[in-house]
């Protein structure tokens, strides 16, 4: 009588163990997915933003400069 109530315990322990170990499984995983999403999307930002810089052409021409940056509202 005693070992089936031990084993009874003991097989509701294991099974509430299982569940807590695939739900902390579950979060993990879905962290590290989010986690990818974030980097692939910052990689993604950081191409539009360097293809944005390259596109300007360097100019020597201090007047066009001066232009630009007031066009752009960075002149101080």
Do not use: C
Request: charged residues 35%; positive net charge.
């Amino acid at each position: 009588m005693w070992m089936l109530v031990g084993s009874r315990l003991r097989n509701l322990a294991v099974s509430v163990l299982a569940a807590v170990v695939f739900i902390f499984g579950l979060i993990q995983y879905g962290r590290q997915t989010q986690k990818h999403k974030e980097e692939v999307r910052d990689l993604k930002d950081y191409k539009e933003t360097r293809e944005r810089i390259d596109e300007v052409e360097p100019s020597s021409d201090r007047d066009a400069a001066l232009e630009r940056l007031r066009r752009n509202n960075q002149l101080r």
